[in-house]
């Protein structure tokens, strides 16, 4: 990238971040001189990534004409974000601010279908997003996939055992069935969850942390020094195949006794006395956790005891994540997050127990906020931020 476009995309950054901005005020921001500022405005207020705001409503007391604002261009371009899990299809679009314009959900039970059919589902959810009015005078830039397993670097999912799907290339299968020239990743809905969280839900304001994504399986999302950490080959964060029990149950990954066999939701449900398979057509992603939380606040014993016995298979697991990383939380995503009040004792008393600082560690067992939508929304992240570095480095005269 050239220093041009760092310092385009620098700006750009300070303004979606922030909102409307004075060409002095970026200039005191970036540390920019104020005729590069005003250069690099005008750049991208002719590329329609930004325009003059409306500032009709100077502050009162102030004396003489304000200093005029650029604000976010209102029909600039836009992003997707789209998610395959096991039991659902998601797809949002947002402008470069993170406002959403356009979501769609469909409940499906994706293993039961190839991965070229749920990959056809999904582009079609993409093209619905793409034919919204508010896209007609808008340019897609870039879209990011979350899935349920290991991506490689080309967008390749090397793995997902709880879709029993192996070396299917999901961004190639989606640019096909877009035929559009769209940016395009492929990451980890753990991860993802993890960027979310980090964003804008409880990972702000933490430099280190480790995100659980709860579901049908059990993903990890590490975030250390305030960044994703992928791992030499981007696979890190297979936290529900972490052995508990190498005598338990196999799993679909090839082993046995692995986290999410013995606390996925699958586990929590059948152990709480409730059939999986009554989740109906069109039900939300949060729909296991809410469900449990309302059947533990009236008492039930069964559902209280799965609780306490999955609380303490949890805090087994996480008493090694401390150990390894030693990270300021752990945050309890997707359907575990509705049950902190359930699960944090028996958690807590693992770590305690298991973890070698004993009472002395500084862990915290938290709720994550972004609930059954945080992977799409990592991917809505992911993809803004890929964007915004698209718009600032193509010439004013391409965009």
Known sequence: MSIRSRNLLLVLRQITENGPRSRATLALETGLNKSTVSSLVAELIEANLLRDADDD????????????????????????????????????????????????FVASDNRAQSPEAVIGELAHL??????????????????CVA????????????????????????????????????????????????????????????RDFVYVSGEIGIGAGVVLGGELFRGASGFA???????????GPPCGCGGRGCLERLAGQDALL??????????????????????????????HAKTCEALSQVGHTLGIAIASLANLLDPEAVLLGGYFA??????????????????????????????????????????????????????????????
């Open 270 to 299: 059948r152990l709480a006395g409730w059939d999986a398979r009554m989740r109906c057509a069109g039900s939300r992603p949060e729909w296991p956790g809410a469900m449990l939380a309302q059947s533990a606040r009236e008492r």
């Open 147 to 206: 899935v349920p397993g290991l991506v490689d670097s080309h967008g390749r999912l090397v793995v997902a055992p709880n879709l029993g799907w192996a070396d299917v290339p999901v961004a190639d299968l989606l640019r096909e069935a877009l035929e559009d020239p769209l940016d395009l990743c492929v990451e980890n809905e753990a991860n993802l969850g993890a960027v979310a969280e980090l964003v804008e839900g409880a990972g702000r304001g933490l």
């Open 57 to 104: 409503n100077p502050p009162s007391g102030a004396v003489g004409r304000p200093p005029q604002s650029v604000e976010l261009h209102p029909k600039g371009p836009f992003v997707l974000g789209l998610e395959v899990n096991v039991d659902y299809l998601a797809a949002w679009a947002t402008d470069l601010a993170g406002v959403l314009h356009h979501r769609a």
């Open 338 to 399: 509705p049950l902190i009040d359930w699960l944090r004792e028996p958690i807590e008393v693992e770590l305690e127990t298991r973890a070698l600082a004993g009472s002395g560690l500084r862990c915290r067992v938290l709720a994550a906020e972004l609930g059954g939508e945080a992977a799409v929304r990592g991917a809505v992240a992911l993809s803004r931020r890929t964007a915004l570095e698209l718009a600032s480095a193509v010439p004013a005269s391409a965009q």
């Open 237 to 247: 964060g297979e936290f529900g195949h972490l052995t508990i029990d190498p005598y």
């Open 126 to 143: 993409a093209l619905g997003a793409l034919a919204q009015p508010f896209a007609e005078t808008r340019t897609p830039l870039s879209a």
